[in-house]
């Protein structure tokens, strides 16, 4: 079964320092993997995917994250953290083999970034 | 291009009540999800159709009804509401469902059943 884990409900950093916002997951087969945000009272918005090849992987608003196969995590990452940054962050996961057609969400870590 | 677009915006239903939430795309996207999002549950799906005339069950299908009208809309029903179905509702579509594509979201439907 598929299951993606968030353990920080809530990061905090002050702006201009580097954040991290940690995601772990669980499939039988190979993973497709996502980072959305959601801002208040709006929908989801998609930030960046690792599909296959490079480890780390480029997306919106300087936002990277790295792929690590053997500890089956996907961590986001920004260099420098914005007071705009702040927002609710949602790791996903897709079994490319076995998943079909479903996406697992985990539960979202709120990220805030204080000036 | 307003992307995904969800009606209404805010509901509040009396326990047993029926209603219908509309959800757009207009990004000729094939696959098109409905998704409730709970507090400290991130998103579960619902029900999802993989193209055009064809629907099926997600992880919680159990109190709802969807149809896939044509290419562009996906709108699920509330044949009965419960206090339990008291979430925010999000309408989602993907260029194709069993791939890597990414997901576009509408704003989400509110949603309060007392």
């Known amino acids: 079964a598929q299951s993606v884990a968030q353990p920080e409900d809530q990061v905090n950093v002050a702006e201009g320092n580097p954040l991290t916002v940690k995601c772990t997951y669980s499939?039988?087969?190979?993973?497709?993997l996502f980072w959305y945000v959601q801002y208040p009272n709006r929908g989801l918005q998609f930030l960046l995917k690792y599909i296959t090849g490079d480890n780390l992987v480029k997306g919106s608003y300087g936002f990277e994250a790295e792929f690590n196969k053997s500890q089956t995590s996907f961590h986001l990452k920004k260099p420098s953290a914005l007071v705009s940054d702040s927002a609710l962050y949602f790791c996903a996961v897709r079994d490319r083999d076995t998943g079909g057609f479903k996406t697992i969400f985990g539960a979202g870590t709120r990220l805030f970034v204080k000036a | 291009n307003a992307g995904v677009t969800q009606t209404p915006k805010f509901q509040v239903l009396k326990t047993g009540q029926s209603m219908t939430l509309q959800c757009a795309q207009d990004?000729?996207?094939?696959?098109m999800y409905w998704y409730r999002q709970d507090p400290g549950m991130g998103l579960r799906l619902i029900y999802y159709s993989a193209s055009e005339g064809t629907t099926d069950k997600g992880e919680v299908p159990n109190g709802y009804n969807v149809s896939r009208l044509n290419k562009r809309e996906f709108s699920l029903r509330l044949e009965s509401a419960a206090p339990s179905q008291t979430s925010v509702y999000f309408c989602?579509?993907?260029?194709?469902?069993?791939?890597?594509?990414?997901?576009?979201f509408g704003p989400g439907t509110r949603l309060t059943v007392t």
């Open positions: 990004m000729n996207h094939n696959s």
């Open positions: 989602a579509s993907s260029e194709a469902g069993r791939d890597f594509y990414e997901q576009y």
């Open positions: 499939v039988s087969g190979n993973p497709y």
